[in-house]
Nanobody, 118 residues
Framework: QMQLVESGGGLVQPGGSLRLSCAAS????????MAWYRQAPGKQRELVAG???????DYADSVKGRFTISRDNAKNTVYLQMNSLKPEDTAVYYC????????????WGQGTQVTVSS
């Protein structure tokens, strides 16, 4: 089992930046492809960025060029650097494994709220 704790959200003006962190418990983190997801009010949860065990990354078109996902296996942590934030980026952000690489989701954490507003 792997427990996930997201942090780093907050209120930011359009054009601003935030860095999200996701700390994972357990020894299996480094063997998992991970991803960041977000869920805006009234919308389904969507995958915004993924990173494989080897460090390859991919992004949703809506965040490409603005968001960067990275990981530190020594710290069991995955990060999401978000730049040039837009009001439409407002959502609760979660991390979990990336099911496109064969893993099933673990129990979702509480997420971290990101609000982009002037």
């Amino acid at each position: 089992q792997m427990q996930l704790v997201e942090s780093g959200g907050g209120l930011v003006q359009p054009g601003g930046s935030l860095r999200l962190s996701c700390a994972a418990s357990g020894s299996i983190f480094s063997s998992k492809s991970m991803a960041w997801y977000r869920q805006a009010p009234g919308k389904q949860r969507e995958l915004v960025a993924g990173i494989t065990r080897g460090g390859s990354t991919d992004y949703a078109d809506s965040v490409k060029g603005r968001f960067t996902i990275s990981r530190d296996n020594a710290k069991n942590t995955v990060y999401l650097q978000m730049n040039s934030l837009k009001p439409e980026d407002t959502a609760v952000y979660y991390c979990n494994v990336d099911p496109r690489y064969g893993s099933s989701w673990y129990i979702w954490g509480q997420g971290t709220q990101v609000t982009v507003s002037s």
